[in-house]
């Protein structure tokens, strides 16, 4: 990723925030090597990201992957040849790309082999290759030069998951937080507690969100729309509840938390909140902004906005695929800021 770490460099803060996590989850994680491979290349697959398949492709070659498995991973879950748990592992990625939430089926698959660490690198691993692969299709990063592979040509698009918006809310968790220790702050949420299990790797985790908190160059109301929005599209309750009591305090009213879940074509919106709004919906739907929204951004933001919109949005949809995977309940304090009943 030399070309790409070349380009975070240009934004020295947003770099020493992320890619130590980055560094961890590519390379470091408790995921085995060939299943990581599998998966942040179906991930860079269902991204439609030339730049982080042809990363990861090298990766998995000295791994001993074949041309033909790596068509297979294009080809997906339903291709023949694959053993059940590595079919799961792909359907993992189409899932969480789909609909930001692993099936049942799925996770008691993967969840039969894999410790609470794993799932929870496998998780954030997939929404880590997704982030990166909005940067690299949005800012035209060059593969380099040394790298041949490219996404398998001849493949019909088709991800063996369904948009569910299934969720385990008011239901059960899959992963149950540590218990709590009586202090209060972020540290003693039900997602803090649930995902804090492997301290020196929650550090780094916690250095992006740090990033966005409290280091990012949008202003804080535009930040919160951007994760308001992104967890509107990822049904992410938690987020919801956490983000739009957070746009309150900036100043939003009831009508600006309305028109955030109509997204960009609420009227009442200034032109940047349409603008962002729009932003959020193209990186879900397709990984990419549409250029006449993404010119029109380049006039309204800096460029380091623009890298904070990007991590903003690849970092609140990895916390949504956690948060709504492993079955974080809403907090105590959050009953008065659930999603409306038409998105639950």
Same mark, same amino acid.
């Given at each position: 990723?030399?070309?790409?770490?070349?380009?975070?460099?240009? @934004?020295?803060?947003?770099?020493?925030?992320?890619?130590? @996590?980055?560094?961890?989850?590519?390379?470091? #994680?408790?995921?085995?090597?060939?299943?990581?491979?599998?998966?942040?290349?179906?991930?860079?697959?269902?991204?439609?990201?030339?730049?982080?398949? %042809?990363?990861?492709?090298?990766?998995?070659?000295?791994?001993?992957?074949?041309?033909?498995?790596?068509?297979?991973?294009? &080809?997906?879950?339903?291709?023949?040849? &694959?053993?059940?748990?590595?079919?799961?592992?792909?359907?993992?990625?189409?899932?969480?790309?789909?609909?930001?939430?692993?099936?049942?089926?799925?996770?008691?698959?993967?969840?039969?082999?894999?410790?609470?660490?794993? /799932?929870?690198?496998?998780? @954030? =691993?997939?929404?880590?290759?997704? /982030?990166?692969?909005?940067? %690299?299709?949005?800012?035209?990063?060059?593969?380099?030069?040394?790298?041949?592979?490219? +996404?398998?040509?001849?493949?019909?698009?088709?991800? !063996?998951?369904?948009?569910?918006?299934?969720?385990?809310?008011?239901?059960?968790?899959?992963?149950?937080?540590?218990?709590?220790?009586?202090?209060?702050?972020?540290?003693?949420? $039900?997602?803090?507690?649930?995902? =804090?299990? $492997?301290?020196?790797?929650?550090?780094?985790?916690?250095?992006?969100? $740090?990033?966005?908190? =409290?280091?990012?160059?949008?202003?804080?109301?535009?930040?919160?729309?951007?994760? /308001?929005?992104?967890?509107?599209?990822?049904? !992410?309750?938690?987020? &919801?509840? %956490?983000?739009?009591?957070?746009?309150?305090?900036?100043?939003?009213?009831?009508?600006?938390?309305?028109?955030?879940?109509?997204?960009?074509?609420?009227?009442?919106?200034?032109?940047?909140?349409? +603008?962002?709004?729009?932003?959020?919906?193209?990186?879900?739907?397709? $990984?990419?902004?549409? *250029?006449?929204?993404? *010119?029109?951004?380049?006039?309204?933001?800096?460029?380091?906005?623009?890298?904070?919109?990007?991590?903003?949005?690849?970092?609140?949809?990895?916390?949504?695929?956690?948060?709504? #995977?492993?079955?974080?309940?809403?907090?105590?304090? /959050?009953? *008065?800021?659930?999603?409306?009943?038409?998105?639950?």
């Amino acid at each position: 990723m030399r070309n790409a770490i070349t380009t975070y460099a240009s @934004y020295p803060e947003l770099a020493s925030a992320m890619l130590p @996590y980055t560094e961890f989850l590519l390379e470091q #994680s408790t995921l085995p090597a060939r299943h990581r491979e599998l998966l942040w290349l179906r991930t860079a697959w269902l991204a439609r990201s030339d730049y982080m398949w %042809a990363q990861r492709a090298a990766v998995a070659r000295k791994l001993g992957l074949s041309d033909a498995e790596l068509h297979r991973i294009a &080809w997906g879950a339903e291709a023949p040849g &694959w053993d059940l748990f590595e079919a799961a592992l792909l359907r993992a990625a189409d899932e969480l790309h789909v609909d930001a939430f692993i099936s049942d089926a799925t996770w008691k698959t993967l969840a039969a082999r894999y410790d609470e660490n794993q /799932m929870i690198d496998l998780l @954030y =691993g997939v929404g880590e290759i997704t /982030m990166h692969a909005d940067y %690299a299709n949005n800012l035209r990063i060059a593969i380099e030069p040394e790298l041949a592979d490219r +996404l398998p040509a001849g493949i019909s698009y088709a991800p !063996s998951a369904t948009q569910t918006n299934a969720r385990l809310v008011d239901r059960s968790t899959r992963i149950a937080p540590l218990p709590a220790t009586g202090e209060g702050g972020l540290g003693n949420t $039900n997602a803090f507690r649930t995902f =804090g299990r $492997n301290p020196p790797v929650d550090a780094l985790r916690t250095a992006q969100g $740090n990033h966005v908190r =409290g280091a990012t160059t949008l202003t804080p109301r535009l930040r919160q729309l951007v994760i /308001m929005r992104t967890a509107v599209l990822t049904r !992410s309750e938690y987020e &919801w509840a %956490a983000h739009s009591r957070g746009g309150r305090q900036t100043g939003m009213d009831d009508a600006a938390v309305a028109r955030v879940i109509v997204g960009a074509t609420a009227q009442g919106n200034t032109l940047q909140e349409t +603008l962002l709004l729009s932003a959020v919906d193209d990186l879900m739907r397709d $990984n990419l902004i549409d *250029d006449a929204t993404w *010119d029109a951004l380049a006039e309204e933001f800096s460029i380091r906005q623009l890298f904070d919109l990007l991590f903003t949005v690849g970092a609140f949809r990895s916390a949504a695929y956690a948060i709504n #995977s492993t079955g974080v309940q809403l907090d105590d304090n /959050m009953g *008065d800021f659930r999603f409306p009943p038409e998105l639950r």
